[in-house]
T-cell receptor, first 115, second 114 residues
């Protein structure tokens, strides 16, 4: 199966520590998205890449968050100096941009718990 | 910023009942997607609607895109416990004329009791 893969599936960290998550998209997909989801809510957009270029970043995104997609393939999302409010499910999705209609396919997510 | 509003937020029904959930916006979308998400998992794409007035069927699920491409509905016939989950609609944001990120509604949490 060559779906979107996210690692780790779960991460527990102490407040103040840095964490990094990885996302491997579907291989031919040129777009990669990061979302954050808290319990009972829809996914909240964080950022997205087209190939290796980061095209958009949410204005709500703290400067403690940074994402990279160095070769236009996998991506990493780093959170520095984690806070309890960062506890959430972090979702990655990828898509192949063909015209104006984008179908995104999601990974299983990384559940972050900050204690 | 374009917003998608979903209703109802929660829905609890008995097995065998029919239901409809709604996704509304004041903005026009080139397409809307519907996803289903189970606890602890990522959303799974169910369908994409593209043409105004379009109706798509997926077994007992019927999806409709409004004529003006501002709203969509999902109708489930004879719901089963396996339909339980969070149903999300999503559309491509078009701010500033660029093809931007995919934005989501807050979802409808459906519970189907046996």
């Amino acid at each position: 199966d060559t779906g979107v893969s996210q690692n780790p599936r779960h991460k527990i960290t102490k407040r103040g520590q840095n964490v990094t998550f990885r996302c491997d998209p579907i291989s031919e997909h040129n777009r990669l998205y990061w979302y954050r989801q808290t319990l009972g809510q829809g996914p909240e957009f964080l950022t997205y890449f087209q190939n290796e270029a980061q095209l958009e970043k949410s204005r709500l995104l703290s400067d403690r968050f940074s994402a990279e997609r160095p070769k236009g393939s996998f991506s990493t999302l780093e959170i520095q100096r984690t806070e309890q409010g960062d506890s959430a499910m972090y979702l990655c999705a990828s898509s192949l941009l063909l015209g104006p209609n984008t179908e995104a396919f999601f990974g299983q997510g990384t559940r972050l718990t900050v204690v | 910023t374009q917003l998608l509003e979903q209703s109802p937020q929660f829905l609890s029904i008995q097995e065998g009942e029919n239901l409809t959930v709604y996704c509304n916006s004041s903005s026009v979308f080139s397409s809307l997607q519907w996803y289903r998400q189970e606890p602890g998992e990522g959303p799974v794409l169910l369908v994409t609607v593209v043409t105004g007035g379009e109706v798509k069927k997926l077994k007992r699920l019927t999806f409709q895109f409004g004529d003006a491409r501002k709203d969509s509905s999902l109708h489930i016939t004879a719901a089963q416990p396996g339909d339980t989950g969070l149903y999300l609609c999503a559309g491509n944001q078009r701010d500033g004329g660029s093809q931007g990120n995919l934005i989501f509604g807050k979802g409808t949490k459906l519970s189907v009791k046996p």
